[in-house]
């Protein structure tokens, strides 16, 4: 577990993974996120809250959407930030992850947000930086992308009452998914009634129950009695693993069309990370449809991502009155 | 030179010796095992009271780093860590830089540790040339260089015509082969035990069917070209009731597990600790637990260290970028007896494992005290509490997951050759 995202007195120094955090903070940083979500509307779309903090965004994997929420989210606050756009290879031909880091440390910088296509590189990051930086987990490899599943839980919180009387299927390439496995235990740290898992067994973890899901390989028995459905992305490059025949077989088994969707209960919200591939896991039908809530979370993304900064940064600053 | 080691607990499990005798040593060879030997005027006398004397360790597979990788390590660093495991014997696997397929790279390694001096190092010779799984190396001009067996090291021969050929010359030559059994597809694939940890840390996982297919599929064509086999380093409860079965039908296959694998499991991997980033990797609950049992039952003849040392910078980034492996000349003796103090295995068996059935595996006249024979002997203290400190290891590689484990058995003086070659420093 990790032991370094929280300080002493338990407030967010790091945000790596949602395993280990309790549930009041999950709530503080969905509540958080509720006040932030009102200066988007606002003529003047910004708060000084942290003016004069330097953040980097280190992307060490492709991504325009998520680095740009939280360059968004960063500049909403008021802080100055850069954008390091770090392709793996680059660094392999010598420089290592550490070198880079520090030298980015050297800048003065107060908080990294870091996306790696290695599991546990976040992790790995913050226990390496300086005691006054922060790291946000922008996602690393397979592993984690709490800020992705913090939107999550923020979205359906905005739609469904009570997270005990829920039931939530996540459909797809649990496996490589580092978004799957932090909404898991997002929504089970927040109590919701049952997690399920849809996949064919190539894309879905061994022992996927120790992870607390009920493993379901059809739509139709999986989707019955559904609150709340959430489809992955499918990268294609996993067609070439033999992990699946054909994107249209996909389609054909998993892809969530309006007749599958009809297996979920009638008000059932139906979610995606993004970007989304039309008609290999979803219907444009669907994605487009009114039970799609996909565009919200969009939006929702840079609250959080603002509460989580705000949050993070704010718990340093009360870290350094002490010192 | 004439030494004496006095007030000791002499046990030799070869030949089911456990006697508080004197062990007189002369020119190199042990003399006589005896309570007086008149007329003998040591020149050192060394009090073993209260210390078990037993003979010196015997490891199956140790990577010197030399030649190919002395920035990392070298013989002269790696042999004065053995000693200070209590190791007076052990075997490097063929993958040297340049791979030991021909007699220059032995004898260069024999020349180097000749100069050290303080522990004996055979070679194991490659299978294949350059260990490529395509031509077969020339494994006479090996053996008759001094190799004790053959092995394509983590190089597995994924051809089975091939494979099946390599295994019919050996045994044309009388050689043993040494294999680490792994289905190189299934293994390439990950970086750790596919199983709960795997699901949650979001790594790679290698299924233990990686080590099991390999297993089944050598042991057919082992029965089928009658070779002499020994399988290192297994890691999986399943591959250790193969191997159980190959035995009872007669077949001459011996098997290894490393001390690591004895103690850790999958959920060692904590939160991404590199340290235990090692191949085959470290398993569930139930394998450590079979792994015991194997030991226990002979099924597993030996532990070994499967010595890997590393530089710093070898553990320092995202696990599955870090390189596999751990130092473990130093910590092969106190793990292993460590599972004595846990009342898993017996004090004899876990000598044993460690000296004369090694020693039988590679087929040599080592890992026994009885007069006559090279005195190659380890002194332990049963009975010191102190924490392991990789930092303070003697190998030039401190990378080792036991930091802070309590070890209570320690080597106290190690003799190679009659020779003093270790003695530790007095708290």
Not at chain 1, 63 to 91: P, Y
Not at chain 1, 206 to 226: C, F, I, K, N, P
């Amino acid at each position: 577990m990790p032991s370094n995202q929280l300080t002493e007195s338990g407030q967010l120094r790091h945000f790596l993974t949602i395993e280990g955090l309790k549930r009041p903070l999950l709530t503080e940083i969905m509540d958080r996120a509720e006040q932030f979500s009102g200066i988007s509307h606002r003529q003047v779309k910004k708060v000084p809250l942290l003016r004069g903090k330097t953040i980097i965004n280190l992307f060490f994997e492709n991504s325009t959407r998520t680095r740009s929420t939280f360059e968004l989210a960063a500049k909403r606050l008021s802080a100055d930030v850069m954008n390091f756009n770090i392709n793996t290879s680059a660094t392999s031909k010598g420089e290592s992850l550490l070198d880079t880091l520090h030298n980015l440390e050297a800048m003065h910088t107060d908080m990294f947000v870091v996306r790696h296509d290695q599991s546990g590189a976040a992790e790995f990051i913050a226990q390496h930086v300086a005691p006054h930086v922060s790291v946000i987990n922008a996602g690393d490899g397979c592993h984690a992308h709490p800020t992705q599943a913090m939107l999550d839980m923020f979205t359906i919180r905005r739609h469904k009452q009570d997270f005990a009387n829920l039931r939530v299927a996540i459909i797809g390439d649990i496996l490589h998914s580092r978004v799957a496995r932090s909404q898991i235990q997002a929504l089970a740290t927040l109590g919701v009634g049952e997690i399920r898992v849809i996949g064919p067994q190539t894309l879905l973890p061994r022992e996927s129950q120790t992870l607390g899901v009920h493993v379901y390989h059809d739509m139709a028995s999986g989707l019955e009695g559904v609150d709340v459905v959430i489809t992955l992305r499918l990268q294609l490059e996993r067609m070439q693993g033999a992990l699946l025949p054909s994107a249209r077989e996909y389609f054909r088994c998993y892809g969530l069309t309006e007749e599958k969707l009809k297996y979920a209960k009638p008000d059932a919200i139906v979610m995606h990370p993004g970007p989304i591939n039309r008609g290999v896991e979803i219907a444009s039908s669907v994605a487009d449809g009114p039970q799609s809530v996909i565009l919200e979370q969009v939006t929702h993304g840079i609250a959080i991502r603002m509460a989580v900064m705000s949050m993070a940064l704010a718990s340093q600053s009360e870290q350094a009155e002490i010192e | 030179m004439k030494i004496c080691i006095i007030n000791g607990r002499v046990i030799d499990p070869a030949s089911q010796l456990d006697i508080d005798h004197n062990i007189y040593i002369e020119d190199g060879k042990i003399v006589a095992i005896a309570e007086d030997l008149a007329g003998f005027d040591a020149d050192v006398e060394i009090d073993a009271y209260n210390k078990i004397v037993c003979p010196g360790l015997v490891d199956l597979s140790a990577r010197l780093r030399e030649p190919g990788q002395e920035h990392t390590a070298t013989i002269e660093s790696e042999t004065r860590a053995a000693v200070a495991g209590g190791i007076t014997t052990l075997a490097v696997p063929p993958d040297t830089d340049p791979v030991i397929d021909n007699p220059a790279v032995v004898e260069l390694i024999e020349d180097r540790a000749k100069k050290a001096g303080r522990t004996m190092v055979l070679t194991v010779g490659a299978l294949t040339q350059k260990l490529n799984g395509e031509l077969l190396a020339e494994m006479a001009a090996l053996k008759a260089a001094g190799c004790v067996g053959v092995s394509n090291g983590v190089t597995e021969i994924k051809n089975t015509v091939v494979w099946r050929r390599a295994l019919e010359y050996a045994a044309t030559l009388d050689l043993t082969v040494f294999i680490n059994a792994a289905d190189p597809w299934l293994q390439k694939q990950g970086c750790v035990h596919e199983g709960t940890v795997s699901a949650r840390l979001g790594l790679s996982g290698i299924p233990e069917s990686a080590e099991t297919i390999a297993v089944s599929r050598d042991l057919i064509l082992i029965e089928q070209t009658g070779v002499r086999a020994h399988f290192h380093s297994l890691s999986t409860g399943k591959a250790v009731k193969l191997i159980r079965e190959a035995q009872d039908r007669g077949l001459p296959v011996t098997a290894d597990v490393s001390a690591h694998h004895l103690h850790l499991c999958e959920h060692d991997l904590g939160n991404y600790d590199s340290f235990s980033h090692v191949m085959p990797p470290l398993r569930g609950v139930r394998d450590r637990e079979q792994l015991k049992q194997g030991l226990r039952d002979g099924v597993i003849q030996a532990v070994s260290s499967h010595h890997q040392p590393l530089d710093a910078d070898a553990k320092l980034g995202p696990f599955a970028e870090t390189t596999p492996g751990l130092s473990a000349l130093e910590t092969l003796l106190p793990l292993t007896l460590k599972l004595v103090e846990d009342d898993e295995i017996s004090l004899h068996q876990a000598i044993a494992s460690l000296t004369c059935q090694p020693a039988a595996i590679l087929g040599i006249d080592a890992g026994q005290l009885k007069a006559g024979a090279s005195a190659d002997i380890c002194i332990i203290d049963p009975d010191v509490q102190y924490d392991c400190l990789p930092s303070a290891f003697i190998s030039a590689g401190k990378n080792s997951p036991f930091g802070g484990w309590l070890f209570q058995h320690q080597v106290s003086h190690t003799l190679f050759q009659g020779k003093v070659v270790y003695q530790r420093e007095p708290n």
